[in-house]
Each structure stands twice: as C-alpha cells, then as structure tokens.
C-alpha cells in the first residue's frame, strides 16, 4: 500500500465515526470551504455546502487530508474571489509557536533529500549537503514549544475577555492540530471590521506604540494601579512580579515592594532603578504582549482549519477547548484520536522524541524500523519521516 493509501483510509476510518467532533459554522451555506488530498496532493477550493450533512457525505467520499473553511461569509461562495460577495468575517487569531519564538526549534527540525534519501538535523538547510538536491524541513513540535503556544494564547483570551469584552460563549478556541492554537470571535459585532480595525486590534495586542507616561508610569502622572484594567494594570502587575524576584539579590527592592499596595509607587521605583527602569518597563511589555500571526488576523479572505477535524501533517484532531478549560488541556492525549492499533514504519530522517498519551516514543534514527501505533505512525509518515513497511 502507497503512504498516500495509508494516510487517506486511517483518515477515511476516523472521518466515518469522529466527524460529530467538527464544529458546523454559523451560515454554512455561505462560507468557502477547501480541502488538500493524499496522494495527489490537490488543493481544492471555492467549495460550497448548503447544508452540514452534504459537507460530511462530502468529507466521508474524499478523506481529504486537510478540511478548511472561510472565516468570511459571502452572497456567492462558490464564485472565484472577485465575485464572492464579502459580507463579513470572524475575528481571527493565529498562535504559532513559529511566532511565539522558542528556541528549540532549531533542535528538532530535521530534513530528508528525496533525490538521494540523505537526512539529518537543521533548521534552514537549503541545499542537500550529499547531492546538491532540495530537501524537505520536517519541523516537529515538542512540550516547551506547544506550552509557549498556550501561555500566548491564555494572555489572548485574557485580552479577548477583559480587554474587549467578549465572552466566552463568543470565543471558539481550538487546537491547530500542530504547532498551536486558533482563537475565532463569533460575535455579530466584529463580522464587519474591516482590515484597518484587524490591524488596529492587533496592534493593541502587540503593544505598538504604547506610551508608558501617558500610562501613568513617569512621575508626576496618574500611577497605574495593580488592579488597573488594560495595558496599565498588566505593566504595573508585570512589574510588581519582575522586582519581586530581583528582590532576592538587590536589597533595595524589598522597601519599594512593602510601599506598593495598589497604587504603584512610580518615582519610588524610578528612584532605585535609574536609568534601568525603562529598561524592565519594555521588558514588562513584551512579556505581556501577545504574539499573533498579523497576516492571518487581517486577511478578510482566510481559509483556516474547520474546528474539530484533523490535521493533514499530524493526524492529530484540532480540538475544540473550553476557554476556561486551556490550563490543563494536553494535546498529547487529548488530541490524538487515531486509534493504538500498531502499524511498521521505517524511518527516513530523524524523529526527536515524541510524547503521545503518556508513553515516550523515540528519538529515532533513519533505517530504524519502528512497530508504532497507528497514531504515531500516521503521523510519522504524513510528516515524510517516515515510510510504509509492507
Ligand atoms: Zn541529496
Ligand atoms: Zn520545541
């Protein structure tokens, strides 16, 4: 059996049981929707359902590797793009741990040469070092790098629902199925937010531009409070947490801490701190800050995954969380959904060590011959690591 076979019927058998998992979108008969195949690796857009069931009959014929709909609804979805008829788009945030910045990246991104079989680690490797040929970079993800994804995505949330106002019942948060998270308000207001607004409200979330003395944080301003909502409240707040670890090796600090109850004593800390001070206050922000994908939240266009299906490089499901549920969600168990039936790989560039439920599966070696289960397996070889053992 071809890999392509393989993946397509572990999909196709998930998809003819775990398809109530998918979240149906609000108008689905006006949302584009796109699919990428196995094998052929077709990508199919500018789809159109009037109704779920027709979606699932679809879903169930193609087992397509990727399902991804329209975060915008148009008159005519159907239409190429300049005759769709835009009336509006989810607000949309992508968290990546590309974005969020870990570095261990560079440690577990391996690639494989197709024209000679060569393989190896490295992260931006643009040339096989055997033959000249181009390889394919094979990033996997790891604890630290989805943990970082979920600490961006809670200080989101916290924006979303204290910043701005939304609840949680017009938040859709769900698993990418990879390397992050996805976060889509519903609410009727934003539909009509044009890409000037998206940019905006990013920008706020990034902290562009913001001026620490209209804050109140130079002296002779109104001080932030602690309890202080926005940008003020989680500078000072930050702040507060930051010269409390400092105060373990700089006595200075405790008298200003013992000082501080709500209000922050600004020239008090100014004091001590000189010139250091605004120093630890940019640091303060970009700790806070939350590192969106940019281009996805003002792309009125977006096609992103249909909540609740898989990942065509994974296998892994895009789960649906609660907000309030993130803190302990596991996308090592939680999101692994194919089943632990054992399938033979043999392995072509080298696998980190991977944890899914709570077993440890490798780190392999290329010519390693690994009895997987299922889960593992599928995501092995979706991420051409890894082959078919007949
Ligand atoms: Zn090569
Ligand atoms: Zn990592």
Not at 140 to 147: T, V, Y
Request: aromatic fraction near 10%.
């Amino acid at each position: 059996m071809s890999e392509a076979r393989f993946l397509k019927n572990a999909f196709a058998s998930y998809y003819a049981r775990g398809f109530d998992l998918a979240r149906e979108p609000k108008h689905i008969d006006r949302r584009e929707f796109g699919f990428t195949t196995f094998g052929e690796k077709l990508v199919i857009r500018h789809r159109r359902f009037s109704k779920w069931s027709e979606l699932r009959d679809f879903v169930n014929s193609l087992a397509p590797a990727d399902i991804m709909c329209s975060t915008a609804i148009y008159e005519r979805p159907d239409e190429p793009m300049e005759r769709k008829g835009w009336l509006g788009a989810e607000l949309v945030f992508d968290i990546d741990a590309d974005h969020v910045g870990t570095d261990c990246l560079s440690q577990h991104t391996s690639w494989f040469c197709p024209s000679c079989g060569e393989s190896g680690w490295g992260l931006g490797i643009a040339k096989c070092p055997a033959c000249g040929g181009k390889v394919e970079e094979i990033k996997w993800f790891c604890e630290n790098c989805l943990e970082a994804a979920k600490q961006e995505t809670i200080k989101l949330l916290d924006f979303l629902e204290n910043d701005f106002g939304f609840s949680e019942s017009e938040i859709l948060l769900c698993f990418s199925g990879h390397r992050g998270f996805h976060v889509h308000v519903l609410s009727d207001e934003v539909m009509s937010l044009d890409q000037q607004s998206r940019k905006e409200i990013v920008d706020y979330l990034l902290g562009v531009g913001l001026d620490f003395k209209a804050l109140g944080f130079a002296p002779r301003g109104k001080p932030p409070m602690l309890t202080s909502g926005g940008w003020r409240g989680r500078v000072a707040r930050r702040i507060y947490d930051l010269l409390f670890e400092k105060a373990r090796e700089d006595e200075r600090i405790s008298p200003i801490l013992e000082k501080w109850s709500d209000e922050m004593p600004v020239s008090a800390v100014l004091e001590v701190l000189g010139r250091e001070y605004w120093k630890l206050l940019e640091r303060a922000k970009e700790e806070v800050a939350t590192h969106v994908d940019s281009v996805v939240t003002t792309d009125l266009h977006r096609i992103m995954r249909l909540p609740g299906t898989l990942h065509g490089k994974t296998g892994l499901l895009a789960k649906v969380i609660s907000p309030s549920e993130i803190d302990s969600f596991d996308p090592f168990v939680e999101a692994v959904v194919l089943p632990k039936s054992v399938v033979s790989v043999s392995v072509k560039a080298p696998i980190p060590e991977i944890r899914l439920w709570n077993e440890a599966y490798g780190p392999f070696e290329r010519g390693q011959r690994v009895d997987a289960p299922k889960a593992l397996g599928v995501l092995l070889i979706a991420k051409g690591a890894a082959k078919l053992v007949e």
